[in-house]
């Protein structure tokens, strides 16, 4: 599975963006899907994920919990992330991520990885 993400860019605080994720491949409803995002001088974090059907759900804690929303189109092979009332702390680089298991995206050791897309939110 090869993963593309994109949909970042350089916006104020309180607006928003919707990142996209496109990935190739024929099965992309048998993955669980996430995405993950790293500040600068800080590791990799959990964001959200969403199951292959898009039935589940399953956030980071309340620092993005009701902000953000994941979802996925799997007739397009795409999973987004839609992300409101942006932080100056939303600050990073996201990525997204493929795994056919649950636990692995949670764990943020999942199979397949995105090249990643920057966030910059200013003040």
């Known amino acids: 599975v090869q993963l593309q993400a994109s949909g970042g860019g350089l916006v104020q605080a309180g607006e928003s963006l919707r990142l996209s994720c496109a990935a190739s491949?024929?099965?992309?409803?048998?993955?669980?899907m996430g995405w993950f995002r790293q500040a600068p001088g800080k590791e990799r974090e959990f964001v959200a994920l969403?199951?292959?059907?898009?039935?589940?759900?399953?956030y980071a804690d309340s620092s993005v919990k009701g902000r953000f929303t994941i979802s996925r189109d799997n007739g397009k092979n795409t999973v987004y992330l839609q992300m409101h009332s942006l932080k100056p702390e939303d600050t990073a680089v996201y990525y997204c991520?493929?795994?056919?298991?649950?636990?692995?995206?949670?764990?943020?050791?999942?199979?397949?990885w995105g090249q990643g897309t920057q966030v910059t939110v200013s003040s």
């Open positions: 991520a493929a795994d056919s298991r649950f636990y692995s995206i949670r764990a943020g050791t999942a199979a397949y």
């Open positions: 491949g024929r099965t992309f409803s048998s993955y669980v």
């Open positions: 969403i199951s292959g059907s898009g039935g589940s759900t399953n």
